[in-house]
């Protein structure tokens, strides 16, 4: 069993920064790929950023520039850095690992974590 456990979430305002982080925690061989979503209200979820075991990252096009996504490999521990925010960032913020239990390959969600750009 894999828990993802999300943090940093809140209010802040337009412009400003946040940083959002996502440790994981359980029995599991590697965690090849973990990455950011989000859902606004009325939404459907969206893909944010993601990284690999590799330190390959990809990003939104909205997000590029101004979010970064890092991680502690040691910790299994994933970080979104969010710069020069928007309202329309607002949304709950999930995170998501690709986990390898043995053979297998297991996609896992965290509970969500909300995030308020007020203007």
């Known amino acids: 069993q894999v828990h993802l456990v999300e943090s940093g979430g809140g209010t802040v305002q337009s412009g400003g920064s946040m940083r959002l982080s996502c440790a994981a925690s359980?029995?599991?061989?590697?965690?090849?790929?973990m990455g950011w979503y989000r859902q606004a209200p009325g939404k459907q979820r969206e893909f944010v950023a993601l990284i690999s075991g590799g330190m390959n990252t990809n990003y939104t096009d909205s997000v590029k520039g101004r979010f970064t996504i890092s991680k502690d490999n040691a910790k299994d521990t994933v970080y979104l850095q969010m710069n020069s925010l928007k309202s329309e960032d607002t949304a709950v913020y999930y995170c998501?690992?690709?986990?390898?239990?043995?053979?297998?390959?297991?996609?896992?969600w965290g509970q969500g974590t909300p995030v308020t750009v007020s203007s």
């Open positions: 359980g029995r599991y061989f590697s965690i090849p790929v």
């Open positions: 998501n690992a690709v986990v390898r239990g043995g053979a297998n390959l297991n996609s896992v």
